[in-house]
């Protein structure tokens, strides 16, 4: 076998698993589509050695829905991917597009900044690998700690006990208040440094899971203060935890927390509103039964 077709098959097995895995990251209905399902079954039969990649007559072309929502307002857009057979060895075509747009209205400069943005976030990251900061950085407030951010995130359900220790230890790991409870559905709420919260997205996302979404993000900006105390002021939970309140058992290995408790302890730390947003109804307290 020569050695660039070598390198094919190699680059077709890293384009299946990552479809694979971008596949299982964006497991809601219409989050992930790709322009030919048959495609992958091709990929495989040539590394199953049933084909030759000559014989390879279509390229895997897929879509990633991305959606932001925050105070019942949702906007989203679409990464657009085409995967040369040579990817990833060569670049491979992507584009970004808008899923709804007023019209009339400009947006293309909106786009650059926000990737911008993205971009100078990224960089940071890219420093601290290997690059000490120098004097005149360390005097700088590193970007994202000056505003905290509050995520509020929903999941179908969160059962696994990997799942659960790995939520908590990022917890800890990024010094984050808030909580996680499990069972179904799963809420999860994160405070802290913006940079940090947002990390634990980034986390939390690329697990595997049925549905999930932010349902609320909040961003409130420090006190100028350093005093700990004056930042703990701004948070409306202690360290992060997980929330265990009185199991009710479903089928299978399914449970839920009592919801009635659920919503008391919401309103304790000034979040009742919250109930409504994620349940659609109208919380009660917890001696008012289910």
């Known amino acids: ?27 809601n209905p219409g989050e992930f589509a790709l ?36 105070e019942k307002k949702n906007i989203a857009a679409e990464l657009v991917c085409q995967l040369p057979h040579e990817y ?85 790991e990024l010094k984050l208040h808030g909580f996680s409870m499990p069972g179904k559905p799963g809420v999860i709420c994160a405070e802290g440094a913006t940079c940090d919260v947002e990390e634990f997205w980034y986390r939390i996302r690329r697990m595997n899971w049925k549905k999930i979404c932010i349902k609320e993000q909040e961003v409130v900006p420090f006190p100028k203060e350093d005093s700990a105390t004056k930042h703990d002021s701004v948070f409306k939970f202690g360290p992060f935890f997980e929330l265990v309140l009185d199991a009710r058992g479903g089928k299978g290995r399914e449970y839920h927390m009592d919801l009635g408790q659920f919503s008391t302890f919401l309103q304790e730390h000034d979040s ?3 109930f409504s947003l994620f349940f659609g109804v109208s919380g009660k307290p917890a001696d008012d039964g289910d």
């Open 35 to 70: 322009d030919d399902p048959t495609a992958l079954d091709q990929i495989r039969a040539v590394l199953a050695g049933d084909f030759s990649t000559e014989s390879l007559q279509t390229r895997i072309g897929f879509t990633v829905k991305v959606s932001v929502e925050n």
């Open 88 to 172: 990833p060895f060569v670049r491979p075509q992507i584009f970004t597009q808008l899923e709804e747009q007023a019209e009339g209205e400009i947006c293309i400069g909106i786009l650059v900044e926000w990737l911008r943005e993205r971009l100078y976030t990224e960089l940071q990251f890219v420093d601290s690998k290997g690059h000490e900061p120098n004097q005149e950085k360390s005097l700088k407030q590193p970007e994202g700690r000056d505003t905290l951010t509050r995520l509020w995130i929903y999941s179908h359900h969160i059962y696994s006990k990997i799942k659960r220790k790995d939520i908590q230890d990022w917890g800890d």
């Open 1 to 27: 076998m020569q050695t660039n077709e070598n390198g094919s098959l190699e680059g077709l097995d890293l384009q299946l698993s990552e479809v694979e895995m971008l596949q299982s990251m964006y497991a």
């Open 272 to 274: 009742g509103h919250m």
